[in-house]
């Protein structure tokens, strides 16, 4: 359940309390006995020990000592906030707890709203096929917030992130059997209709028209038809001539192709469509907040299956703006369905695109899932802004080097380019193939590792964690306020 963040003017009617100290001074003076004080001072000046839990009478009372604030990685500590909220979940889970109240103790904003983001991205459950589905679920409803000149526009802002986070986990953790191309442009229509979004969805005719040869080569071995959604977000007050364009990878499902996978690496490739959630999600959370810029989010979608036709190494393949591709292998189709997106992005003059996809295991294995690899061109404007971002909500960014001579691994005999670079350097040649559809300022995010966890790391739970989303929504609140 997504828990509701709220400000109120006093605690008093709250059995759980989680007060934010940077030391003892801070607590309330009636909040606890000289006794229970001076147990707290005693517990915090313990090594490594920086929360303390008074239980009594059926309240409980939770002491979080926060960083003293030096000015310095101010971003790691703003992360610890987030995990120690959601650690303090299970203690209140154990009760059944329906409400919690942070209490801000002396002006501590940043803190108390990570405190809380940590705790509702941390209560997120993915229980639609659970039996028990009730039993389990969270009793968790109201994060309530008591913070003097705390802007209530920051939470109802918060409010909104965290529903868009959940809806991209929940897009992700669903099973292509109820989520194919069709579903999932479905489901971004739904978004669209409630946060006042444009909508339009290309069926197959369509992008046979408009000879998006990638997109329908990955989509020969389906019996589903692929999608193309455009999502656009114009406001009247727009900050931005030009439009930022995002650009998802939405492969609801991928077994290689005739390229076929190992079982054991199919298990979770529900999760190739991570990218495509994350765009629609994150442009869902800018309508909803109303952000003054102008956003267009470009999906396409389709899974990649090995039957009867579907495309071969050895095929070769016309992308919709006329560049001729020997496909090499099967399983690199990712790169395939975006080539077509990017160069459908055209068509805007773009500001900047910026595409993020689950598309190289190369990624994931240089960089486990603590980050994602970015690679950009002519976008040297922009590009520290988002790493910037990425460091804000703990999404990082690291980037790859993308010399000129990745692109020399690409070099077809038979075609303009060959889909697959070889066995070196696998992220950035994939990032290469994207750039030669491009002739804008454009960004590759490769979100491989950190998109799907087979077991909780904090408030990113198991499954889809819906990375991106704040990332993007984060770096785009930035470019409105600086404009």
């Known amino acids: 359940m997504l828990p509701l963040i709220l400000k109120i003017s006093k605690n008093d009617s709250y059995n759980n309390i989680i007060y934010l100290v940077r030391e003892v001074a801070d607590l309330p003076k009636n909040a606890f006995t000289s006794e229970e004080t001076g147990y707290i001072a005693g517990r915090l000046e313990e090594k490594d020990q920086d929360t303390v839990v008074i239980n009594k009478l059926g309240q409980t009372r939770v002491i979080c000592r926060l960083a003293a604030n030096d000015g310095t990685n101010t971003s790691i500590q703003i992360e610890k906030c987030r995990k120690t909220g959601e650690s303090l979940l299970s203690i209140f889970a154990a009760h059944k707890t329906e409400s919690v109240c942070i209490y801000d103790t002396a002006g501590y904003h940043t803190e108390t709203l990570a405190f809380a983001e940590g705790m509702a991205l941390g209560n997120y459950q993915f229980l639609r096929y659970r039996k028990d589905q009730k039993e389990k679920e969270s009793a968790l409803k109201t994060i309530a917030i008591e913070s003097r000149g705390l802007d209530e526009k920051k939470i109802a802002a918060l409010n909104i992130l965290c529903k868009a986070v959940y809806a991209c986990r929940s897009l992700v953790n669903e099973p292509v059997a109820s989520l194919n191309a069709e579903k999932l ?150 790169r395939l369905i975006l080539a077509d997106a990017l160069t459908y992005a055209k068509k805007y003059d773009p500001m900047l695109v910026i595409d993020i996809a689950t598309l190289t295991g190369a990624a994931e294995a240089a960089l486990g ?115």
């Open 369 to 483: 899932h603590y980050g994602m690899a970015g690679m950009h061109n002519k976008a040297e404007a922009f590009f520290p802004d988002l790493v910037k971002s990425g460091f804000a909500v703990h999404e990082r960014i690291a980037e790859f080097p993308f010399w000129d001579e990745y692109a020399d691994l690409l070099k077809s005999e038979i075609a303009d380019l060959k889909n697959i670079g070889g066995r070196v350097a696998g992220a950035i040649t994939a990032g290469k193939f994207l750039c030669h559809f491009t002739d804008y300022p454009w960004i590759h995010l490769d979100i491989a590792g950190p998109a799907f966890l087979d077991k909780r790391d904090s408030y990113r739970t198991v499954g889809g964690t819906g990375v991106g989303v704040r990332l993007l929504f984060d770096f785009m609140r930035e470019l409105a306020g600086r404009n």
């Open 185 to 334: 442009a479905s489901e971004f229509g739904q978004m669209a209709h409630e946060a006042g979004i444009s909508i339009e969805v290309f069926n197959k005719q369509k992008i046979e028209a408009l000879k998006m040869g990638g997109l329908l080569a990955v989509n020969r071995g389906s019996l589903d038809p692929p999608t193309f959604s455009i999502m656009e977000y114009k406001p009247e007050d727009a900050v931005n001539e030009k439009p930022i364009v995002f650009v998802g990878k939405g492969v609801v499902y991928d077994t290689g192709g005739i390229s076929l996978k190992p079982t054991a690496s199919m298990d979770t490739m529900k999760c190739d469509m991570s990218g495509a959630a994350a765009v629609a999600s994150a442009i869902y959370a800018i309508a909803l907040s109303k952000l003054p810029v102008h956003v267009v989010a470009l999906v396409p979608a389709t899974d990649n299956r090995p039957d009867g036709n579907a495309y071969v190494p050895g095929d070769i393949i016309t992308m919709m703006d006329g560049t001729t591709v020997e496909v090499l292998n099967t399983d690199a189709e990712g």
